[in-house]
C-alpha cells in the first residue's frame, strides 16, 4: 500500500466546506451556501490570495529564501502573508490603517509581523496604506504583494474557489455572490464558474461609501455616498483584479442588514462571522429574491466575528454607531 503523503500548512489552504445557511435558506426557497473561509490557516479568504501571489513570485524568481514581503492590508491579507511567510522562510512588514479592528493589529504583531499603522487616507494621498507599502519595497528593495493590482490574486480564486463551488454543487449553482475588497474574489470565481456555465449569475454586494454598486449598475465610480464599518471591503477605483469582469446584479447593503445577518447566524446556526460575511449573504438573499425560489447560491463566508469582538460584538461600541442586534430577520430583508 502507498503510504500515505503529509504536507504543511501552507498546503492547507482551501478546500473549505459549503454551509447551507438554513433560516435563510428556507425563507427564500433557494439553496443559500456560504464557503466557509474562516476555516483557513489565517482564519480568511485571503489565505487564498496570499499563497497565490507568493506562489506566483516564487516562480518568477521575485522571491529568494530569506526576503521579506511587504503589503498594505486591511489586516486578512496580512495575516495570511505571515503564516504563509513563516512556512516558507520569508518575514512579513504589514502596513494596515490605525482604523481597523484591534484584534486584527493584535494578531499580526503576535504572529511575528513587523506592523505599522497609519491614519486612514483615500488612495488619492500619498499618505494611503497601499502606497507606503510600495515606497517602502521601492526603498528597502523588500517583495511588495499588490494585492490590488497583482492578478495572481484573482487566479488563485480561479484555480481553487472556482473549481471547489462547481465540484461542492456538483455542478447546480446557480449563482455568485460577493463583495469586494480587492475584487479577486469576485472577478476569479466568476471567471471559472462562468467557463463552467455562462448561465450562472455572479452579482456583487456592495457596503455604502464604495463605489462597486455605481460601477456594475452605472458604469462609472461616481456614487460612493454613505459609509460602513465592514472591514476588508469598500472599494472606490476598479483595481487590475476587476478590470473586464461583468456582472449580472448589484446590490448595496446597509450595515443593520448585513449586522442582523450575523448575528441571525450565529444565534440560530452558530455561524460566527463579520461583517463582510453579512453583506455577502444578504447580496446573496438580494439575489434569492430577484430572480426567485429554486436557485443554488454560493457566497463567501469570509472571516470570523472573533476578529471583531470589541466591535460588532460589544453593545457599547454598537449604541455609539446607533446599530441594533434586538432586530428579527424579516424586519432588515426588504
Ligand atoms: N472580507 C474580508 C474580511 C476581507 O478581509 C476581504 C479582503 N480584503 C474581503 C472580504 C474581500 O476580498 P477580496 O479582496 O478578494 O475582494
Known amino acids: 500500500m502507498k503510504s500515505p503523503q503529509y504536507h504543511g500548512v501552507d498546503s492547507h489552504v482551501g478546500n473549505t466546506p459549503l454551509i447551507r445557511l438554513r433560516r435563510l435558506s428556507e425563507l427564500t426557497g433557494c439553496e443559500i451556501l456560504g464557503k466557509a473561509e474562516w476555516m483557513n490557516p489565517g482564519g480568511s479568504v485571503k489565505d487564498r490570495a496570499a499563497l497565490g501571489i507568493v506562489s506566483d513570485a516564487e516562480e518568477k524568481g521575485l522571491l529568494k ?31 494596515i490603517p490605525e482604523t481597523q479592528s484591534p484584534e486584527k493589529i493584535a494578531l499580526l504583531r503576535t504572529l511575528g509581523a513587523e506592523v505599522i499603522t497609519v491614519p486612514e487616507k483615500p488612495y488619492s494621498d500619498p499618505g494611503n496604506y497601499n502606497h507606503v507599502a510600495r515606497r517602502l519595497a521601492e526603498e528597502k528593495g523588500w517583495f511588495w504583494a499588490n494585492q490590488f493590482d497583482n492578478t495572481a490574486n ?11 463551488i462547481w465540484s461542492q454543487t456538483q455542478g447546480t449553482v446557480t449563482a455568485f455572490v460577493a463583495s469586494v475588497g480587492t475584487g479577486g474574489t469576485l472577478a476569479g470565481t466568476a471567471r ?12 456583487c454586494a456592495d457596503p455604502y461609501g464604495a463605489a462597486m454598486w455605481s460601477w456594475f449598475a452605472r458604469g462609472n465610480t461616481d456614487m460612493k455616498d454613505g459609509d460602513s ?106
Not at 154 to 164: I, K, M, N, Q, S
Not at 241 to 262: C, F, K, M, S
Open 65 to 95: 529564501p530569506g526576503a521579506t514581503i511587504v503589503e498594505g492590508t486591511a489586516g486578512n491579507t496580512g495575516i495570511g502573508l505571515t503564516i504563509i511567510g513563516h512556512a516558507r522562510g520569508y518575514r512579513s512588514v504589514i502596513v
Open 154 to 164: 484573482l487566479l488563485a480564486h480561479y484555480r481553487t474557489t472556482g473549481p471547489e
Open 192 to 203: 471559472h464558474l462562468k467557463e463552467r456555465n455562462p448561465l450562472i449569475a455572479i452579482a
Open 229 to 334: 464599518f465592514a472591514e476588508g471591503i469598500g472599494q472606490c477605483r476598479v483595481t487590475k483584479n476587476l478590470e473586464g469582469l461583468v456582472v449580472e446584479h448589484a446590490y448595496r447593503i446597509p450595515d443593520q442588514e448585513a449586522l442582523t445577518i450575523v448575528y441571525q447566524l450565529l444565534r440560530e446556526e452558530g455561524v460566527f462571522l463579520g461583517l463582510s460575511s453579512g453583506i455577502n449573504v444578504a447580496g446573496a438573499v438580494r439575489l434569492a429574491r430577484e430572480r426567485g425560489p429554486g436557485q443554488v447560491i454560493v457566497t463567501i463566508l469570509c472571516d470570523s466575528g472573533a476578529k471583531y469582538q470589541s466591535k460588532l460584538f460589544n453593545p457599547e461600541w454598537l449604541a455609539t454607531k446607533g446599530l441594533r442586534t434586538d432586530l428579527p430577520i424579516e424586519a432588515v430583508l426588504g
